[in-house]
């Protein structure tokens, strides 16, 4: 099995890597963009092309594995997750800050078999900063391993918190409540407007706790396996266990962490992927 992970990571690296240039084209901003879901749920032609070659360069290398693609979904592809080996990509998590130019943005591609992740390649080519995880092999960030902070508790974290790509009124309402028990609790808040790059920063020990209610499994396969091999953990944001479908995600640099936070928080339902 680790020799397949290995071909699997190499194929997908290459792919991932070829096409972050097309997002490098784009560094100062891509102000043509379509609406999703809603006003603030963007698409551009670059999120359609990368998830394109991607899919078509790892289907061609890997006939009988699966996809779940962002933009696929959106197009009508069921979003379906079985034991088959299953490629889940965003071609570009944070397609907002995409689109203004803001350079936190990233190709997020995960592997998963069995329903595990197994394969975690998170790229933000603006600024040449390539996260990546295999199964039981660690974290690492351009090649060098990473870790999770040493935080424990909340009022001495770093929290990575979005406001997401809804205006729904329940959910801005628990964001709200959150968002100002986080400014009471911890010990700042910060937000990238990148799901997968935010639980990138917590692999990396730069930020100690990140939730968000409303993201997809595209936004969260690569950050689970990478946050999990730095060290930390993956849960439901009410302390259960991680379910990459429920569109529900808390990730901490430790599990005392991740259930004083899940504690703390007011909780939101979003309908499953
Ligand atoms: C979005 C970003 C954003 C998060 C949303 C995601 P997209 O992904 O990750 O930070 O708050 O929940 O949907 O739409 O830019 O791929």
């Given at each position: 099995?680790?020799?397949?992970?290995?071909?699997?990571?190499?194929?997908?690296?290459?792919?991932?890597?070829?096409?972050?240039?097309?997002?490098?084209?784009?560094?100062?901003?891509?102000?043509?963009?379509?609406?999703k879901s809603c006003d603030i749920d963007l698409v551009t032609e670059i999120d359609k092309k990368v998830e394109e070659t991607l899919i078509g360069g790892l289907s061609k290398a890997f006939p009988t594995?699966?996809?779940?693609?962002?933009?696929?979904?959106?197009?009508?592809?069921?979003c379906v997750l079985t034991d088959d080996p299953t490629w889940i990509i965003d071609p570009v998590d944070g397609?907002?800050?995409?689109?203004?130019?803001?350079?936190?943005?990233?190709?997020?591609?995960g592997l998963s078999i069995n329903k595990e992740n197994m394969i975690g390649i998170i790229y933000n080519p603006n600024l040449e900063q390539l996260f990546t995880a295999k199964k039981g092999q660690g974290a690492f960030l351009n090649g060098r391993q990473i870790h999770v902070s040493q935080v424990k508790e909340l009022n001495k974290a770093l929290v990575v918190f979005?406001?997401?790509?809804s205006r729904d009124e329940e959910k801005c309402k628990v964001v709200f409540e959150n968002l100002k028990r986080m400014i009471n609790l911890g010990h700042g808040v910060r937000s990238l407007g990148s799901a997968a790059l935010n639980m990138a920063m917590v692999a990396m020990g730069g930020a100690d706790v990140n939730f968000e209610f409303g993201i997809h499994a595209w936004d969260i396969s690569a950050g689970d396996i990478l946050v999990r091999e730095a060290g930390?953990?993956?849960?439901?944001?009410?302390?259960?266990?991680?379910?990459?479908?429920s569109r529900r995600v808390l990730c901490a640099s430790s599990q005392e962490l991740a259930e004083e936070v899940a504690k703390s928080i007011d909780q939101f339902y979003p309908e499953r992927d």
């Open positions: 099995m680790s020799d397949n992970i290995d071909e699997y990571f190499d194929v997908a690296l290459s792919l991932v890597r070829s096409a972050g240039n097309l997002i490098k084209e784009h560094v100062d901003g891509c102000n043509v963009f379509e609406l594995h699966k996809f779940i693609g962002e933009e696929s979904v959106a197009d009508g592809v069921k397609t907002m800050n995409f689109v203004h130019g803001f350079p936190h943005n990233c190709i997020s591609l979005e406001t997401g790509t930390g953990v993956c849960i439901d944001p009410a302390g259960g266990p991680f379910d990459m479908l």
